[in-house]
């Protein structure tokens, strides 16, 4: 059965078939060859995606929706812009700043893209060359795969089981996060002052500050009312979620003025298009995990693995390795939805930390969003500043390296990541 799933779905992925739809056909088929019941196949659908903690995917989304409708971009510029000062590749760390920011609002790494890239980029390139333009947007919309919220901590811990908490995931993502930040605004100076791009922004100004701070703190306090919240053990990750959209209406009504009534279709239609497609995939992918657990795959891979080093770190590095291949091919929801069920156990026979290895594996594939051929923010960002591939690569590479470096800091210093929700209880 599983071989006749394995080479099915990858046949269907050869020929650009819907990932989704590929993992339900080459489920079906694999049932259809180990003389299962149909009937199992929506089954499993149904209770894969009859989850409570999985509402939380949509809500995030249509708060992250609603706070661009606001018009919270704006404030947020202006706000990294008076924090910044006159310095090489000042518009670079505005966007990563900005970007910081929208990723504890957001909790998706392609809504920042968008959102900062067609705001940011016709300036950006009025000073820089597109591609470097482009590439800085990317990597600052990267973060909000790390910061929390992080949608894609959410779909990990669902996966995961009972082995590891959404809070916990999202303390681990809050150091590496701002080391993230900070190096990306580090290596903008030095790309800035090597290719000697104007300088930008204008002298910090106290009273500025001040003034651009207050204007933005009802959009910086969101994050810390509802991660804070969820950490606090005050409401779960999913009522986190819908009070987020709670605060993003009263934000955008009457606090920027900027929502209107008619944005509120628009923003739930493409929260629910987002949703939907990591619905699917949750729903399509749990029968071919029921089909891998009826063959005994998880036992074999176990023993198999455990055959070939018995050193945990070693694992750790194969793990990081496969993850890298994949993130190279494969969208990151349906990477999750496939291997966490199968990787995250044998971590655990390893003995090592649930939330090291879980946010190692969420990394691993964030960065895979920035990496060809299958980089869904490279093709984004494309889209929205009309360059090649190619060009936007020659500037993102040194952002992609930087992230690995990270990744790798984060495996030989678990510290990084296991120090504040270890310090926090988790």
């Known amino acids: 059965m599983t071989p006749a799933i394995i080479f099915t779905f990858l046949g269907f992925a050869l020929l650009r078939m819907p990932l989704a739809f590929a993992l339900g056909l080459a489920s079906l088929i694999g049932l259809y060859v180990g003389g299962m019941d149909f009937a199992v196949l929506p089954q499993r659908m149904m209770h894969s995606v009859n989850s409570f903690p999985l509402m939380a995917i949509p809500l995030f989304m249509l708060a992250g929706e609603l706070m661009v409708a606001a018009g919270i971009l704006q404030r947020l510029v202006d706000f990294a812009n008076s924090l910044i000062g006159r310095v090489h590749g000042g518009l670079a760390h ?51 795969a790390i910061i929390p919220p992080s949608n ?15 809070g916990g995931l999202f303390m681990a993502g809050v150091v590496p996060g701002i080391i993230l930040a900070v190096g990306f605004m580090g290596l ?54 819908a009070i987020a ?43 071919m995990t029921f089909a891998f657990t009826i063959d005994l795959i998880p036992m074999r891979l176990t023993d198999w693995i455990q055959g070939i080093t018995g050193d945990p770190l070693m694992f750790l590095l194969l793990v990081m390795a496969l993850l890298i291949g994949v993130g190279m091919f494969i969208e990151s ?30 990394m691993n594939l964030v960065v895979g969003m920035m990496t060809p051929p299958v980089g869904v923010l490279l093709f984004v960002m494309c889209g929205i500043s009309k360059i090649g591939l190619n060009e936007l690569m020659k500037s993102a590479w040194p952002f992609i390296a930087f992230q690995y470096a990270v990744l790798i800091a984060c495996i030989a210093f678990p510290g990084i990541v296991t120090w504040l929700p270890r310090t926090l209880g988790y």
């Open 333 to 362: 929801n349906a990477a999750y939805i496939m291997l966490v069920p199968l990787l995250a156990p044998i971590a655990l026979a390893y003995g090592i930390d649930p939330l090291l290895f879980g946010f190692l594996f969420v």
């Open 188 to 241: 903008a100076s030095f790309i800035a002052m090597r290719r000697r791009y104007p300088l930008a922004g204008g002298e910090i100004g106290l009273k500025h500050v001040l003034l651009q701070t207050w204007r933005a703190l009802p959009i910086l306090l969101m994050p810390i009312v509802v991660v804070g919240g969820i950490v606090a053990g005050a409401f779960t990750p999913t009522e986190g979620a």
């Open 152 to 166: 894609a901590m959410i779909v990990y811990a669902l996966m995961a089981g009972s082995s590891v908490s959404v």
């Open 245 to 287: 959209v709670v605060y993003a209406l009263l934000i955008g009504f009457f606090v920027t003025r900027q929502l209107r009534l008619a944005d509120l279709p628009k923003a739930m239609f493409n929260a629910a298009i987002t949703a939907a497609m990591v619905g699917a995939l949750i729903a399509f992918a749990s029968t």
């Open 94 to 144: 505005v966007a990563i700043v900005a970007g910081m920011v929208l990723a504890a609002v957001s909790g998706a790494a392609v809504a920042s893209a968008s959102a900062l890239g067609s705001s940011l980029v016709p300036s950006m390139r009025q000073q820089y060359d597109t591609g470097y333009s482009s590439a800085v947007v990317a990597s600052a919309a990267n973060l909000g």
